[in-house]
């Protein structure tokens, strides 16, 4: 993805989103972290980056080519049981997508957080796509029993299915 401008408007768009997910903490623009804010959310630290393009990208593949550098960012942050990577993407028409980052893997969620069923994760290190198999609960969907509510973090429940 090309560095141009900072996404300012669509920063301040997903922060308004992100609101109803927990509580927001911005990071100033001249921080110089792979993240524009935070979320914190019971259990669970959601570390979010913005970004912006010209077109939807409708393959998982377009998300790995345009922001390699933003997925490079954040796995270069140490993993934790407790917090998750999201890429939250906006078109030129006001469209969002929202992609969760792990070591291993890009997959589409929800603007909640949640899994989309069927979609699809990519392992750009080995080049090539798998069927997602663990569904991530979002609100309403259940979660790890030892979180209140249905404040699931993608690391947890990660760590039940281990168990």
Avoid at 112 to 135: E, F, M, N, Y
Wanted: aromatic share 8%; charged share 15%.
């Amino acid at each position: 993805m090309t560095r141009g401008r900072p996404p300012v408007k669509a920063v301040k768009e997903a922060i308004g989103m992100a609101k109803s997910r927990g509580l927001v903490w911005e990071v100033p623009e001249n921080a110089g972290l792979p993240f524009d804010f935070m979320i914190f959310s019971g259990l669970c630290t959601w570390f979010i980056k913005v970004r912006r393009t010209r077109s939807n990208l409708s393959e998982l593949w377009n998300i790995l080519q345009l922001c390699t550098a933003d997925i490079h960012d954040f796995r270069m942050m140490p993993e934790s049981a407790v917090s998750a990577w999201e890429l939250w993407v906006l078109a030129p028409h006001g469209t969002w997508q929202y992609f969760r980052i792990t070591a291993d893997a890009v997959t589409e969620i929800r603007s909640d957080g949640s899994a989309i069923p069927g979609t699809l994760a990519s392992s750009p290190d080995q080049h090539h796509i798998h069927l997602a198999v663990s569904v991530i609960p979002g609100p309403g969907m259940g979660g790890h029993p030892s979180v209140q509510g249905n404040v699931v973090c993608h690391y947890l429940s990660s760590l039940q299915s281990k168990t």
